[in-house]
């Protein structure tokens, strides 16, 4: 039999809230966000409109089946 490796000390890879590393120091030092520090998001106008064009033909796929389905069918059983 092989033996194990021996655990690891994850005490020293805890991260102390009042002391946090300096680069997360550095950048909220600057009244940025930790989000701000990995993703440079921001809202341009052709995002924008491609996000709406994906939403409306979400919305017109996600309902065109079922409406269909209730088109074929009686009043009385589409209200059951």
Same mark, same amino acid.
């Given at each position: 039999?092989?033996?194990?490796?021996?655990?690891? /000390?994850?005490?020293?890879?805890?991260?102390?809230? /009042? /002391?946090?590393?300096?680069? @997360?120091?550095?950048?909220?030092?600057?009244?940025?966000? %930790?989000?701000?520090?990995?993703?440079? %998001?921001?809202?341009?106008p052709?995002?924008? *409109?491609?996000?709406?064009?994906? #939403?409306? *033909?979400?919305? @017109?796929?996600?309902?065109? %089946?079922?409406?269909?389905r209730?088109?074929?069918?009686? @009043? @009385?059983? #589409?209200?059951?």
């Amino acid at each position: 039999m092989t033996a194990s490796p021996p655990a690891a /000390d994850l005490s020293k890879l805890r991260i102390n809230r /009042d /002391d946090p590393p300096p680069a @997360v120091r550095r950048a909220l030092g600057r009244g940025s966000s %930790f989000s701000e520090i990995a993703f440079s %998001f921001r809202v341009t106008p052709p995002l924008l *409109v491609a996000g709406l064009i994906f #939403a409306v *033909v979400m919305g @017109v796929l996600g309902g065109f %089946f079922p409406a269909l389905r209730a088109a074929r069918l009686q @009043v @009385v059983q #589409a209200l059951r």
